[in-house]
């Protein structure tokens, strides 16, 4: 069974810092992979996805992600962190055969110092 | 485009009763939404499928009598939590899987709803 993988539980960084977050996944084929934000209370955002094609992914907010299949990695970067960036991310997958469902990984919080 | 809302936003009810959360995707269609619970500091745990014109699909462990799934148009979806109680209280998030081969298989959430059962 698919299942994803988010290593770190919180990360700290200061305002104007690059930053990365890890996703790692487990799925025989290639997935769908996804990334999402979500603020106190609210629901999640799109910030990008990975269906096939390029594996450097653009999204909205100034994040990027690479998918990596030798590392079954989805990591998502941004080069210049905004203190409004601070939130909850989530990475999920989904699969060529059960599109309709999404594996979520537990989220990173993010906090950023002024 | 491929907004989803989600009306209450927060309900405060008292055990014993039944709670009505819509979710509705207001700029396309939806015939496949998605209903999750997530508890505090915690992912999102997928509760069931909802597809559009017939029953619901449970995930292990949900009790389908208790949380009443209905789909009955393609831009509303509907769960009912029925005669809550302080262990139902949490956050629940709807989502619709939009259409078309521009968006394939992506899933747009709505903003939530806070159930607190007193």
């Known amino acids: 069974a698919q299942s994803v993988t988010q290593p770190d539980i919180h990360i700290t960084v200061s305002e104007g810092a690059s930053l990365e977050l890890r996703c790692n996944y487990s799925?025989?084929?290639?997935?769908?992979l996804f990334w999402y934000v979500q603020s106190p209370g609210q629901g999640l955002q799109l910030l990008l996805k990975y269906f096939s094609g390029d594996t450097l992914v653009q999204g909205i907010k100034g994040f990027e992600a690479e998918f990596k299949r030798s590392q079954s990695s989805f990591n998502l970067r941004k080069p210049s962190v905004h203190w409004s960036d601070a939130a909850e991310y989530f990475c999920a997958v989904g699969t060529v055969y059960n599109t309709d469902k999404l594996i979520f990984g537990t989220g990173t919080r993010l906090q950023v110092f002024p | 485009g491929a907004v989803v809302s989600q009306h209450p936003s927060r309900v405060i009810c008292k055990s014993g009763t039944s709670v009505k959360i819509e979710c509705r995707s207001l700029d396309f269609q939806a015939t496949t939404m998605f209903w999750y619970r997530q508890f505090p500091k915690q992912s999102l745990m997928l509760m069931a499928t909802s597809n559009e014109g017939s029953k619901a699909t449970y995930e292990q462990g949900v009790e389908k009598d208790k949380f009443l799934i209905n789909h009955a148009s393609l831009t509303l979806s509907t769960l009912t939590v029925t005669s809550a109680h302080p262990e139902d209280s949490s956050f629940y998030i709807c989502s619709a899987l939009c259409p078309g081969l521009i968006d394939q298989e992506t899933q747009y959430f709505g903003p939530g709803t806070r159930l607190l059962v007193l």
């Open positions: 799925y025989g084929a290639t997935p769908y």
